[in-house]
């Protein structure tokens, strides 16, 4: 720690090369540094449970002498140091391997908390399976409704296509007012009172699309033998038995 004298022999003669002296003293202070460690790590008090494992460690590495009365014993009964044990030799050599516990929890602890880390593991994947059904069904609950909102959608195309159709008809063989309300399509201007007395009187039919579909199809193939699928006006009934394909959507696609 004491400063430097530029002008001694030793710091004249030293290496002056760019660089190497930053070199050299940064290996100083990683080697300073280093001695301190190992200085800290010899005055460093040992804790109870390091000496107890060191002398443990020791004595478990060390060989039973005659001082040990079990040791005594199997020489006695002819047992040499180094033999297998048995009559015939077929024994262990080595001792059977202690383990010991130094922890402070019960018997069984270690098998408890395994045995607890697995049922969470089971009920984490559990509900990973769950959450992946719900996703699935979810998605499949989708696909259902939007594939009943394009069939909806397809039917109300058809049922306005019917009614545009009948109401042309109708007005062809000096049809004044439909057969039911719902079989021409509304005026799209008309007085509010009308259009509440019409909505009144559709509630009242409670009548789905499909259902006013068939009705109104059937009619048009009855009274004008007009085919709404095939968009053709037959001459008469036989003329339309023999001739369109059929009599609903499903049989003419």
């Known amino acids: ?39 800290n790590e010899k005055n460093r008090q040992k804790s109870i449970k390091e000496e107890e494992k060191e002398r443990r460690d020791l004595v ?14 199997l020489q006695k009964m002819g047992y040499k140091s180094g033999q297998a044990l048995g009559k015939s030799g077929e024994g262990i050599v080595e001792p059977i391997p202690l383990n010991i516990k130094t922890g402070l929890s019960g018997l069984g602890h270690e098998e408890l908390k395994k045995r607890k880390a697995e049922e969470k593991l089971e009920n ?9 059904q719900a996703n699935e069904q979810a998605a499949d609950q989708f ?17 306005r296509k019917s ?21 021409w399509l509304e005026p799209e201007e008309e007085d509010k009172k009308d259009e509440e007395d ?21 009619y048009l193939r009855e009274h004008h033998f007009y085919c709404v699928w095939c968009g053709t006006t037959y001459e008469d009934s036989e003329d339309l038995s023999s001739n369109c394909p059929g009599d609903s959507a499903a049989d003419h696609d």
């Open 124 to 132: 984490y994947r559990q509900k990973l399976h769950m959450k992946k």
């Open 163 to 183: 009614q545009r159709a009948c109401q042309q008809l109708d007005m062809q063989k000096d049809i004044d007012v439909p057969k039911e309300t719902w079989y």
């Open 198 to 218: 019409k909505e009144d009187e559709c509630t009242s039919s409670d009548l789905s699309v499909s259902e006013k579909l068939h009705i109104l199809t059937a």
């Open 60 to 73: 478990l590495k060390s060989a039973l002498g005659n001082e040990n009365k079990g040791f005594a014993l």
């Open 143 to 159: 696909r259902v409704r939007f594939k009943n909102k394009q069939e909806e959608r397809k039917m109300e195309g058809d049922l």
């Open 1 to 39: 720690d004491e400063e430097e004298d530029y002008m001694s022999d030793l710091f004249l003669k030293q290496d002056v090369r760019p660089g190497l002296p930053m070199v050299r003293r940064v290996k100083e202070a990683i080697q300073k540094e280093e001695k301190q460690k190992e200085a």
